[in-house]
């Protein structure tokens, strides 16, 4: 018998997309605590973020035929998806107006639609190049740091971000692009 | 519009935080032009899902993986129908010998009741493993009380229950794919009929019109006949 612990990530999606449970349950034992954590992170809330975090899987179950196996990042795929999931959440609890969620808005809203060309990563190799991340996120300056958590934990849009901090949305806009600019130039420099 | 404008509007992308104007022209690039700069699309989606992993590790309660199955458990006919669908596709529809046909039915029956309720209301011993985390002292709706482990065998309930479920259906597939089901078998039947019988009986009704009129062309040249002879004497 394989040993699915050893299974890589693309492997597992493989067994998923066949329905195998048990595929899904090792993707859950291996993924459940990074999404969750990262589903708290935007939800602060307990019980919802772990409501969350079961919708979730409920997706990768249902909708497993959306998940690209040309490129099988898996790791992108499903951190996307639980921020989307968890983001959606929020906004919708904010009381922003929002279509009615329904399979055609999961897919296209909640489901991700990576670049045929994202590389595919294991979390095992994310998680050992956390020190990386760390100082790359440690180099951009304090402004910048909180407009990309605004927008991505925060789920806000420019105008929110804008009148939250009160200033132009061209600003919030040129923040956050030098922030996403230095963030990638720093990491490359670290790798 | 120049590679560094798309670029721009790629950072913002990814992070969801394109406005409404900004978005619709990222869009009509994205579609129109075949020099998207998918790479970079890619690199930066990528860069993005690797904020998070700077987070200090939080864990969800342990019972959470018990409710999830049981989410998936309720959601079991939608799958059903999603193998279904995908199994019509995969295996195109041949006929198939009445025989098989006839016997293999009651397998398919039996094969679909795996997820009803009696299954799940069933306590399902296994051999404990090590090191496998299963929360067996968890109720699951139509189960009793906990059942405590004993000796090496523990109860298998909430999600090993799903699962085990989950996995004969898996194996149940691969029966499947060799047991046509019921609709399965009837439409086999139809087009068996329609393709080779029906010929058949068109054939014979066919044959049968040429026969009448046949017929008819005798019994008028006998008459004629008849009635030349008649005349003659």
């Known amino acids: 018998m394989v040993d699915q612990q050893k299974l890589k990530d693309s492997e597992i999606m493989l067994k998923i997309a066949g329905y195998d449970s048990k ?34 899987f409920v997706i990768i179950w249902r909708q497993i035929d959306n998940f690209d196996f040309k490129t099988n990042n898996v790791y992108t795929w499903l951190i996307t998806l639980a921020r989307n999931k968890a983001v ?38 994310v998680l050992e190049h956390k020190g990386k991340m760390e100082k790359a996120l440690g180099s951009l300056t304090d402004a910048q740091k909180y407009v990309l958590e605004l927008s991505y ?23 956050l692009q030098v922030a996403i600019g230095n963030l990638m130039q720093k990491l490359s420099e670290a790798e | 519009m120049d590679k560094k404008k798309v670029l721009e509007l790629i950072k913002l992308e990814v992070l969801s935080c394109l406005n409404e104007k900004d978005k619709e022209v990222y ?30 590790i939080k864990y969800p309660a342990n019972d959470l993986k018990d409710k999830t199955a049981l989410k998936l458990y309720n959601i079991r006919e939608e799958i059903k ?21 006839l016997e293999e ?48 065998f523990k109860e298998k309930t909430g999600i090993d229950t799903f699962l085990q479920d989950s996995k004969t259906e898996t194996e149940s597939n691969t029966v499947l794919k060799t047991s046509p089901d019921k609709d399965l078998i009837e439409k086999t039947i139809r087009e068996y009929l329609k393709s080779h019988v029906i010929g058949e009986i068109e054939l014979l009704k066919k044959s049968i019109k040429t026969n009448k009129i046949l017929s008819m062309i005798f019994f008028i040249v006998s008459l004629i006949l008849i009635l030349a002879l008649y005349f003659l004497k």
Do not use: C
């Open chain 2, 27 to 56: 869009e009509d690039f994205k579609l129109s032009n075949d020099d998207f700069p998918w790479k970079e699309l890619g690199e930066y989606q990528h860069l993005v899902s690797l904020i998070p992993s700077i987070l200090e």
């Open chain 1, 153 to 175: 934990y925060g789920g806000m849009d420019q105008e929110e971000i804008a009148n939250k901090l009160k200033i132009p949305t061209v600003t919030v806009k040129s923040k």
């Open chain 1, 88 to 125: 959606d959440v929020l906004n919708r609890k904010g009381g922003k107006l929002l279509p009615e969620y329904n399979d055609d808005y999961e897919r296209e809203y909640i489901i991700p639609k990576l670049s045929p060309e994202v590389k595919a990563i294991e979390l095992e190799e």
């Open chain 2, 105 to 152: 039915e009651p397998l398919v029956e039996e094969k679909s009741g795996f997820w009803g309720n009696n299954e799940s209301e069933e306590k399902v011993l296994v051999e404990a493993e090590e090191g496998i985390n299963i929360n067996s002292d968890k109720n699951v709706p139509g189960q009793g009380s906990p059942f405590k482990i004993k000796s090496n």
């Open chain 1, 23 to 56: 595929a899904l349950e090792q993707l859950y034992d291996r993924y459940a605590p990074f999404l969750y954590t990262l589903i708290k992170k935007i939800i602060t809330d307990k019980d919802t973020a772990e409501e969350i975090l079961s919708e979730v």
């Open chain 2, 81 to 101: 129908a999603k193998i279904e669908a995908k199994k019509a596709i995969e295996v195109p529809a041949e006929p198939v010998s009445e025989e098989i046909v």
